[in-house]
């Protein structure tokens, strides 16, 4: 019998953190990198990102980037016994997140908080426009649209309430426009 050929998607994978020695994480990233090139599996292992955030060094008078989690990297892939060996023996790896048997992969809600990923969010409102509240503890709410912030993914809102207006921010899908 002819042994089926399984094709992965992208859609199927999640992100995993795996611990490195501190101070191994760029070197840690590029070897699982070049081992998924290498080793032709480029369908179960898709993107390697270790979490940075620029910093101004006032003693410096210049901005640096620094490492948000120093020992870990994170890993875009679809987990089988072949891409965790692959990924568990690059040198500098102690292990993948979880316990010592399952790696856990991150929540949807940690990958947004840690803006592993950006989502995008299509507007149909723009500024002036009245919106109603459509989730969140104002959800029924309605206002005028004073600033849209795509990079943020935020949308600042003009309501009325207790007889004040009162300018809130959301996130863009919080709120569309009103019929």
């Known amino acids: 019998m002819a042994e089926l050929e399984t ?21 840690v990233a590029d070897n699982i990198v070049k081992m998924v090139d290498s080793r032709g599996m480029g369908d179960l292992v898709f993107e390697v990102r270790i979490p940075t ?3 101004h060094d006032v003693e410096k008078d210049k901005d ?22 692959v990924v568990r023996n ?5 292990g993948f997140v979880g316990s010592s048997s399952t790696p856990v992969p ?3 809600e940690e ?6 990923e950006k989502h995008s969010v299509e507007v149909n409102y723009a500024v002036g426009d009245t919106v109603r509240i459509v989730n969140g503890p104002l959800e029924g709410f ?20 207790l007889g004040r207006e009162t300018s ?10 009103e019929d």
């Open 7 to 27: 094709k992965h998607s992208e859609l199927d994978a999640r992100w995993y953190v795996v611990h490195t020695y501190s101070g191994y994480e760029n070197k």
């Open 53 to 55: 955030e620029i910093v």
């Open 64 to 85: 640096i980037e620094r490492k948000l989690f120093p020992g870990y990297v994170l890993v875009k892939m679809i987990m089988t016994d072949d891409s965790w060996f």
């Open 90 to 94: 690059i040198r500098g790896v102690t």
């Open 106 to 108: 991150l929540t949807e």
């Open 111 to 116: 990958v947004v908080a840690l803006g592993v």
């Open 142 to 161: 309605s206002g005028k649209v004073e600033e849209i912030d795509t990079e943020k993914n935020l949308v600042r809102v003009l309501l009325s309430m």
């Open 168 to 177: 809130v921010e959301f996130e863009l899908d919080y709120v569309e426009v």
